[in-house]
Each structure stands twice: as structure tokens, then as C-alpha cells.
T-cell receptor, first 113, second 116 residues
Framework: QQQVKQSPQSLIVQKGGISIINCAYE??????FPWYQQFPGKGPALLIA?????SEKKEGRFTISFNKSAKQFSLHIMDSQPGDSATYFC????????????FGKGTTLSVSS | EAGVAQSPRYKIIEKRQSVAFWCNPI?????LYWYQQILGQGPKLLIQ????????DSQLPKDRFSAERLKGVDSTLKIQPAKLEDSAVYLC??????????????FGNGTRLTVT
């Protein structure tokens, strides 16, 4: 119930293409769903986040789509660029209870030029 | 603003030895976390502090791991004795407010521990 399952494990996308990473969760108490981006040798950094009261959130080329009934959410990267090559982690938390983030296992994205 | 500072950057020890990691969070951040990131996996929470009190240490292997946050600022994480499976990157993160306010986590660059 505390897991966040992320797929795919790795992804190769052509420059200018759309990258899609998916996550699923079990705990219906989760109420905060961020995505973090991590470059080699660096700590993860917040990319974008969503609450379950909305179905979509867009920031620049990054969009989160949220499906509450399916308990799934996904990250879409439009017009993918080589600089987007990194590892992406979805996460979830029950923020009302003050719990810390639970992270998925990560997706390594490579954008080829 | 200065980011989360961690030291050392790398550490290599033999099994059964002890090791300590240090973290200085962003100034004013009340919540501090230690996460363990094994190669190829996502960060896993070890311990969460709110000011200098422990909020969650349910996944901390207390027989060998210990952590403290003196005066609600800096924190140290210790492993004694280390096992091979402790080889990982140890990430410290801080946030301005309690998790219920969804303050973003700011991570340091981590300490890469190799146990031989």
C-alpha cells in the first residue's frame, strides 16, 4: 500500500518527441504527487507537482496528467531536448498526515539528437 | 540562497567499520530528511526530523543506524557497523514547512558510500 510503481525503467526519445512516464499508487490517502528530476552526481530537484483535485497541470513543456479513479498519474515532456536527459522520479505522500515522500524507482530518459 | 550542504562527498570503508555523514540544511528550513538511494532505485526515507524532534524513523535500521539533529539545524547520520548492503548514496533534504503544506524538498548532492 505504500508503494509507488513507476514505468518504464528506461526511455529513449528522439529530440523533439514526447516523453511519457507513468506511475501508479495504491494508497488512496495520498494527496500530493510531485515529479523530481535528477542529473548524475546531483540530488533530485522538484520539477512539477499536482494535487488530486485537478486532472492536469502544465508548466512549460512539462505536464502531469492525473487519473484519480485509476490511481495513476503520468509525466509528459513535450518537445523533448537533449538537456532533458536525466532520471525522473514520481513520488507521493499523505501530506495531511505529515508523511514524507515515497518515491518510485525512477525512469532514465535519454533524448537523442 | 545556499543549498543543502552535505559532506563528505565520497566515502569508502570496509565492512564492520563506522562512518558518519553531515548535513547542513537551507537556513530556516524546519523539516530535515535523510534518504538512502541504492544504485538504480529511488530514494528511500530513513528518518524525518521536525526541528530537532524525530517525526518518522520507522525505516531506519536502528541496530546500526543513528541520526541526530542538534539545535534543529545541522544533522548527522551514523552507521556502525557498516554492511556491504549499506553501499548507497545518502541524501539529505530539507523543506521550509511541514509536509502537510507541500513545501518542496530541497536535496543536497549526497554522500556516496562504498562498503568493501
Amino acid at each position: 500500500q505504500q508503494q509507488v510503481k513507476q514505468s518504464p525503467q528506461s526511455l529513449i526519445v528522439q529530440k523533439g518527441g514526447i516523453s511519457i512516464i507513468n506511475c501508479a499508487y495504491e494508497n488512496t490517502a495520498f494527496d500530493y504527487f510531485p515529479w523530481y528530476q535528477q542529473f548524475p552526481g546531483k540530488g533530485p530537484a522538484l520539477l512539477i507537482a499536482i494535487r488530486p483535485d485537478v486532472s492536469e497541470k502544465k508548466e512549460g513543456r512539462f505536464t502531469i496528467s492525473f487519473n484519480k479513479s485509476a490511481k495513476q498519474f503520468s509525466l509528459h515532456i513535450m518537445d523533448s531536448q537533449p538537456g532533458d536527459s536525466a532520471t525522473y522520479f514520481c513520488a507521493a505522500s499523505w501530506s495531511r498526515a505529515g508523511t514524507a515522500l515515497i518515491f518510485g524507482k525512477g525512469t532514465t530518459l535519454s533524448v537523442s539528437s | 540562497e545556499a543549498g543543502v550542504a552535505q559532506s563528505p562527498r565520497y566515502k569508502i570503508i570496509e565492512k564492520r567499520q563506522s562512518v558518519a555523514f553531515w548535513c547542513n540544511p537551507i537556513s530556516g528550513h524546519a523539516t530535515l530528511y535523510w534518504y538512502q538511494q541504492i544504485l538504480g532505485q529511488g530514494p528511500k526515507l530513513l528518518i524525518q526530523f521536525q526541528n530537532n524532534g524525530v517525526v518518522d524513523d520507522s525505516q531506519l535500521p536502528k541496530d546500526r543506524f543513528s541520526a541526530e539533529r542538534l539545535k534543529g539545524v545541522d544533522s548527522t547520520l551514523k552507521i556502525q557497523p557498516a554492511k556491504l548492503e549499506d553501499s548507497a548514496v545518502y541524501l539529505c533534504a530539507s523543506s521550509l514547512e511541514r509536509p502537510r503544506n507541500n513545501s518542496p524538498l530541497h536535496f543536497g548532492n549526497g554522500t556516496r558510500l562504498t562498503v568493501t
